[in-house]
């Protein structure tokens, strides 16, 4: 892109080789355009490189704050203070805030309505240049409110002046906050619908497969696959739920609230709550600026979240393995060594199994920061906002990726099918067998584990014991005993409400079709 640059003679040489990718020339020359012997440049380089090159290069201003300084914060200082690095990712919401509440002083009589219109016009320029890339974000404005605040300013003049009133970053800081994770919620919840029909659609096209369950990831029960899919759709809808209840209790306005105390200012809090589609306004100022609480509950949905595919990540690694072998994923979602030339490896789902660990990470960072603040607002919140972007960046990448994987795998029938007898996967079946005999369920156990021990004994299954062997060891075996046995017979014994009985498993599935408007003749 170019762009018109103006800096001091004196700093052209250093400046040009500072940025080694910059090409300068001349178009306009004016050597006595200001007292300070300033030129102007069209500068071409990318618009990141602008806006680097600009915070650098600008001179310092005085800050809004800065009527009782005397002094300037030193570039150590400054440069440890700044925010507007990260928190500019703000600028849509910050921008929403001050719509509404320019309009709520106009509307209070606390600025004339041109006023309310100059400003209005000039947010939304502000907000053109900066989605076209051509707004010049500046470190020695500190953060995005100040950023957007001053160039205002410049753009406006003395309207512009008028916007913080009966305003502080305080509560302007927390607005935007809730504004964005108001956003960021429906954006999870999106990923987490898709993912949910992903697996669906796989537990469809898997339907009466009967895997190994795992319980201390030892042999314990048959399932099937589609009711082991589905427990994952289930908990997923469980996360949903949490970000569900978390929006609807971060869904209240502080705006108003000022630093603290509120305002002597007739202010209408209930309209610009209203305005940004909060439920209401806080009830208490205090509370308004000093508490991040939605944000740890927000990271803490994200978290349990993040764990949930975290475990899903673990299994299908697993399966995956060389040693289970029940799953193939495409080449499409895998990738290969640099040094051994047969790996196929699912990385998508390692990798997934690692960044939980850094959405986890990310809710301890917000719970330590949080802990020891007095109320009401502290600089130290300004660290609250890298581990929430980072975190929701994280977990949406991780849905989506979980669901691509979900939808380039294949499970191997054949492998699946020949580790199925090992195990006495039938065992438990073979109890509620002996308790339909009358026979307490303790007393059961004791039978059935040394009717196992015979089976480990001969090397056999309990489906190959004789009816004679059976009865060595307890005298109620009868022939219907093998309608107990194996794994097929065990799953067509399951009977209750959720179990992975056939007919239970079918009406799980169908609820999930029906949730999530599958089309039940022509699939999703």
């Known amino acids: 892109m170019e762009s018109v640059l103006e800096i001091s003679l004196p700093s052209l040489h250093l400046f040009s080789q500072s940025i080694p990718k910059l090409t300068i020339s001349t178009l306009r020359f004016y050597p006595s355009i200001s007292p300070q012997n300033r030129a102007r440049f069209v500068v071409s380089c990318s618009s990141e490189t602008m806006q680097d090159i600009s915070v650098e290069n600008k001179p310092k201003e005085q800050k809004l704050w800065g009527g009782r300084f005397s002094e300037s914060v030193t570039d150590v200082v400054e440069k440890f203070s700044e925010s507007v690095s990260f928190d500019k990712e703000l600028y849509k919401h910050d921008i929403m805030g001050s719509r509404a509440h320019a309009t709520m ?3 209070q009589g606390l600025m004339t309505t041109s006023d309310r219109d100059s400003i209005l ?3 939304d320029e502000i907000e053109r240049k900066i989605e076209a890339g051509e707004f010049v974000w500046r470190s020695d404005r500190e953060d995005v409110h100040m950023n957007i605040e001053a160039a205002l300013t410049d753009m406006i003049g003395e309207p512009a002046k008028k916007l913080h009133t ?6 302007q800081v927390v607005t935007d906050l809730r504004l964005w994770c108001r956003d960021a919620i429906d954006k999870i919840l999106a990923r987490i619908k898709h ?5 669906v659609s796989l537990a469809i096209k898997n339907e009466g497969l009967i895997v190994p369950g795992y319980t201390h990831l030892q042999r314990a029960q048959p399932v099937l696959l589609h009711h082991l899919l589905l427990s994952y759709v289930e908990q997923l809808e469980r996360d949903a739920g949490r970000f569900i209840n978390c929006k609807d209790r971060l869904n209240y306005c502080p705006l108003g609230a000022c630093a603290l105390a509120g305002t002597g200012l ?4 209930f309209m610009t709550a209203e305005a940004l589609g909060f439920t209401a306004p806080m009830r208490n100022s205090i509370d308004a600026v000093s508490d991040r609480d939605f944000v740890l509950e927000f990271l803490s949905a ?4 993040a764990v949930h595919l975290s475990r899903l990540g673990e299994e299908w690694v697993l399966w995956a393995s060389e040693e289970f072998g029940f799953l193939t994923p495409s080449d499409k979602v895998s990738t290969g060594s640099s040094i051994m030339p047969q ?4 990385d998508p789902m390692e990798l997934v199994r690692g960044k939980s ?3 986890v990470g990310n809710l301890v960072t917000l719970l330590v920061l949080c802990k020891g603040l007095p109320q009401a607002y502290n600089r130290d919140l300004q660290e609250d906002k890298e581990p929430l972007f980072d975190s929701v960046r994280t977990i949406m990448g991780m849905l989506e990726v979980t669901a691509e994987f979900a939808q380039n795998i294949s499970f191997n029938i054949g492998k699946i099918e020949s580790a199925l007898p090992a195990g006495h996967l039938d065992a438990t079946t073979l109890a509620d067998y002996l308790v339909k005999k009358g026979i307490p369920f303790r007393t059961s156990h004791d039978i059935v584990g040394r009717c196992v021990a015979l089976c480990i004994s001969k090397c056999c299954q309990l489906l190959d014991l004789t009816l004679d062997e059976l009865r060595t060891v307890n005298p109620v075996f009868e022939k219907d005993v093998y309608q107990f046995l194996g794994v097929r017979n065990s799953i067509k014994n399951f009977c209750s409400y959720g179990s992975t009985g056939l007919e239970c498993v079918a009406e799980q599935l169908n609820f999930w079709k029906a949730k999530l408007g599958f089309d039940t003749d022509k699939g999703q």
């Open 357 to 359: 660990a850094r959405v």
């Open 343 to 346: 790996k196929k490896n699912p």
């Open 195 to 199: 993912l949910q029909v992903a697996l």
């Open 166 to 171: 009966a305003r502080s970053r305080n509560d």
């Open 302 to 305: 994200n978290s349990i979240t």
């Open 105 to 107: 002083l106009a509307a």
């Open 266 to 269: 007739p202010i209408n809090r």
């Open 121 to 123: 016009q000039g947010l």
